[in-house]
T-cell receptor
Framework: AQSVTQLDSHVSVSEGTPVLLRCNYSSSYSPSLFWYVQHPNKGLQLLLKYTSAATLVKGINGFEAEFKKSETSFHLTKPSAHMSDAAEYFC??????????????FGRGTQLTVWP | DSGVTQTPKHLITATGQRVTLRCSPRSGDLSVYWYQQSLDQGLQFLIQYYNGEERAKGNILERFSAQQFPDLHSELNLSSLELGDSALYFC?????????????FGPGTRLTVL
């Protein structure tokens, strides 16, 4: 079975400090993993995706994530937070085979607050 | 702008009613996915269509149905509405049926059932 656990429902940081949003996954197969961001009253935007190439994935707006199979983790990081990063972030796992091929499994989301 | 459009943006209706949500995928995308986002359930996959045919089913209630038309737009029909159906409904599209490529999300339709 596939599932995603986002370890923090809320994260608060000061502008200019590093961001760490944690995600652990469970997958029966080789997973593809994504991070999406949702700004208030907006749809979801893809930040980055891992599809079994390089384990360190760079995304938009300075975000990156590292796939660690041994830890079943895919944590999202950014060296320096910006006010515009305040949003909700979703870690997503997708099956690449089986009866639920293509189905996205979403974490519950992490709300990131950035203080000036 | 993802290229996926959804109408209407907001919908307010009463319990027991029926509504239709519409989604137009990105140009060239053959797959359409529907998702429901609610406070208690989070984001849930409802159903996927690929080139007019149902491809995968998720946590979709029997009161809900969807279809994809020859021009590839899709409609999600919600009937016998209950208060608990109030949610944000997203559609997403991708080029292939597998869904392992990026899914591009529309802005959503916010449904309020009174």
């Amino acid at each position: 079975a596939q599932s995603v656990t986002q370890l923090d429902s809320h994260v608060s940081v000061s502008e200019g400090t590093p961001v760490l949003l944690r995600c652990n996954y469970s997958s029966s197969y080789s997973p593809s993993l994504f991070w999406y961001v949702q700004h208030p009253n907006k749809g979801l935007q893809l930040l980055l995706k891992y599809t079994s190439a390089a384990t360190l994935v760079k995304g938009i707006n300075g975000f990156e994530a590292e796939f660690k199979k041994s830890e079943t983790s895919f944590h999202l990081t950014k060296p320096s937070a910006h006010m515009s990063d305040a949003a909700e972030y979703f870690c997503v796992v997708i099956n690449d085979r089986g009866s639920t091929l293509g189905r996205l499994y979403f974490g519950r989301g992490t709300q990131l607050t950035v203080w000036p | 702008d993802s290229g996926v459009t959804q109408t209407p943006k907001h919908l307010i209706t009463a319990t027991g009613q029926r509504v239709t949500l519409r989604c137009s995928p990105r140009s060239g995308d053959l797959s359409v996915y529907w998702y429901q986002q609610s406070l208690d359930q989070g984001l849930q996959f409802l159903i996927q269509y690929y080139n007019g045919e149902e491809r995968a089913k998720g946590n979709i209630l029997e009161r809900f149905s969807a279809q994809q038309f020859p021009d590839l737009h899709s409609e999600l029909n919600l009937s016998s509405l209950e208060l608990g159906d109030s949610a944000l409904y997203f559609c997403a599209s991708s080029p292939t049926p597998t869904g392992t490529d990026t899914q591009y999300f529309g802005p959503g339709t916010r449904l309020t059932v009174l």
